[in-house]
């Protein structure tokens, strides 16, 4: 009986032991966290990085960095001056894409406004063009682009034919064209061709990893500098909670960023979210602890501030842009490349805010990329841990 009564007691004490080492160490995490938030706060350059980057890049990418063309420059020859060519010449300049300068009255002349630079592409109407559609149920219309930017002049004449097809289409009834086949086209999650639903979700994923990757990777090296690493090496603190207490306070301020992105790219983008907002912010939350991670391993093996700032940079944006997918099509990338994008964070990213935020897809669709952002995470934590140096050099 006293044993049994010797033996319940223990169990209490060490229970009691327990609990008291716990609330400890959170207060001590408490502590650390508490700390490095100051550290953020006290610095109006790191708050301006912090929340005035993520704003202006959104701003400048969503509404600069378009694949939409409009009011290009054009000038129209109609050399027919019928109904149809009329009608034509009043669509094109009516829509948003073109600003149709001057008709001009020469073929000769086209070249010459061509070299002007002021124009993008010329529209010529051939002698007898509504009599040839009438009669002869067809009828050629001349496009001449300036190809010295291939991609704005492949836009442009998709746009031009896309007009003469809708034109084609409304007379299609009256001019009875025989066995006309007329496709019909829908453009799915992105029905007005806008860039912000290809933008933004690359622009996302480059705030965030710029941002958590840059503040992270100088917060280590930045007490080496300061001197007060000592203080961190005496302390009763495993190197886990000290790198945990450094990215904890990121992860909330990043959190901000993200709703601040969203909210621009709702109401000021007009860019809506059709997928679960909660499985958005559960896949940017695991982003943004992938990118702290990599901040932290940087941190841990670079020796100053600058190092570390210019090894997140050139690590992180460069990739980004050139190797996630949003600026350029990944398949159109030599096979080398393409290899080597499967390792760039943002890639994964991409691929799961346009699933649920355009698409509206759920977890199931999205947890291979899931699971690869994770392995990531869990890679660069654990050689973060093993690169905390414990001793000065």
């Not at 939409?68 to 149809?84: C, G, P, Q, R």
């Not at 679960?276 to 093996?301: D, K, M, N, P, Q």
Request: proline share 5%; hydrophobic share 50%; with cysteine.
């Amino acid at each position: 009986m006293k044993y049994f009564i010797n033996w319940h007691e223990r169990q209490n004490v060490r229970q009691i032991s327990t609990t008291c080492f716990c609330n400890e160490k959170m207060k001590q995490l408490a502590s650390f966290v508490k700390k490095e938030f100051y550290h953020v706060f006290r610095d109006w350059k790191t708050l301006l990085m912090l929340f005035g980057l993520p704003v202006i890049q959104i701003m400048l990418f969503g509404f600069a960095l378009t694949n939409e063309i409009k009011n290009a420059d054009i000038v129209v020859v109609d050399n027919a001056h019928d109904l149809a060519s009329q009608q034509i010449t009043d669509k094109i300049a009516g829509s948003n894409f073109f600003s149709v300068r001057k008709t001009l009255r020469s073929p000769s002349q086209i070249d010459a406004a061509f070299k002007e630079g002021k124009i993008k592409l010329a529209v010529v109407f051939p002698v007898n063009f509504n009599e040839d559609l009438l009669h002869l149920n067809k009828a050629s219309i001349q496009i001449l682009a300036d190809a010295s930017d291939p991609n704005t002049a492949t836009t442009l004449v998709n746009y031009i034919s896309s007009i003469v097809s809708d034109y084609q289409s409304q007379l299609a009834p009256t001019a009875n064209v025989p066995y006309a086949i007329l496709p019909e086209v829908r453009m799915l999650y992105n029905p007005d061709l806008k860039g912000a639903p290809n933008f933004v979700p690359g622009v996302m994923a480059m705030v965030l990893l710029l941002v958590c990757v840059m503040m992270t990777s100088v917060s280590i090296v930045r007490e080496k500098e300061l001197g007060t690493m000592e203080v961190l090496l005496v302390s009763p603190v495993k190197p886990l909670m000290v790198i945990v207490s450094k990215a904890i306070p990121y992860l909330v301020l990043s959190l901000i960023n993200l709703s601040a992105i969203l909210i621009l790219s709702v109401y000021l983008l007009d860019l809506p979210i059709k997928g679960s907002l909660l499985l958005l912010f559960a896949e940017s939350a695991l982003l943004i602890v992938t990118a702290l991670s990599l901040g932290l391993l940087i941190s841990t093996i670079t020796s100053s501030q600058q190092s570390a700032m210019f090894a997140s940079m050139m690590g992180m944006m460069l990739p980004t842009m050139l190797l996630s997918g949003y600026m350029f099509p990944i398949e159109n990338m030599p096979v080398v490349l393409q290899v080597i994008s499967n390792i760039v964070p943002a890639k994964w990213y991409y691929i799961i805010v346009k699933s649920v935020m355009l698409k509206g897809l759920g977890f199931s669709s999205i947890w291979k990329e899931t699971l690869i952002l994770t392995g990531m995470t869990v890679f660069f934590a654990i050689l973060s841990l093993r690169n905390f140096k414990i001793r000065l050099e």
